[in-house]
């Protein structure tokens, strides 16, 4: 049975968390008025670099700590309701429903492909709601899931060119799909107003 924070997860988890804060912090400190409410976005992406290796290394999620998330922050955005105003910043209702919207569609995902997306993905997607909401959401897995193909498209390609008699194999090529979800996540939070000004102008 395999440790949930065995040594090589956590020692790229940390490695990666540091880049990672060090290149949105300036972006977020500039775009969100209240400091914790900065720290909590930032300890929300971190966690999800955390669960990306961890599907990276594992090819799956790691339910406890995962489930943790969805009871903490879900509680969090329901108490937003009787909070101070600047809370609404990243707590709201909307974020509940943006996490059962979410789950619900990676439920659906889960039946139309008969299972070969990973049924750690409804988990993530009640994630992404609670973190990004209805919208942000929407866009998140968008460039999750064209991120995810294009690079699963060009590596089967480049596996094709060198394995060509396995060519058939290589088109089956399986990637973890966390990693891609949470650069759509990042993607929302650096770039997600712009993009909406372009979508709906």
Known sequence: ?????????????????????????HHLFTK?????????????????????IYDIIYYEINDALAVTFIVFFGTLNFLSLFLPANFGETFSYQNILGAIIYSLFFVLLIILTKGKVGGGEIRVGAIIGLICGIYGGYLAILVGFILGATFGIFLSVFKSLMDKSNFRNNLKTRLPLIPFLSTGVLIYFLYGEKIKSLVFP
């Open 1 to 25: 049975m395999k440790s949930y924070f065995g040594n090589k997860t956590l020692w790229l988890s940390f490695i990666a968390s540091a880049v990672m804060f060090l290149f949105v912090n």
């Open 32 to 52: 969100i008025s209240s400091n914790l409410v900065n720290y909590i976005v930032i300890f929300q992406l971190l966690f999800l670099v955390f669960l990306s």
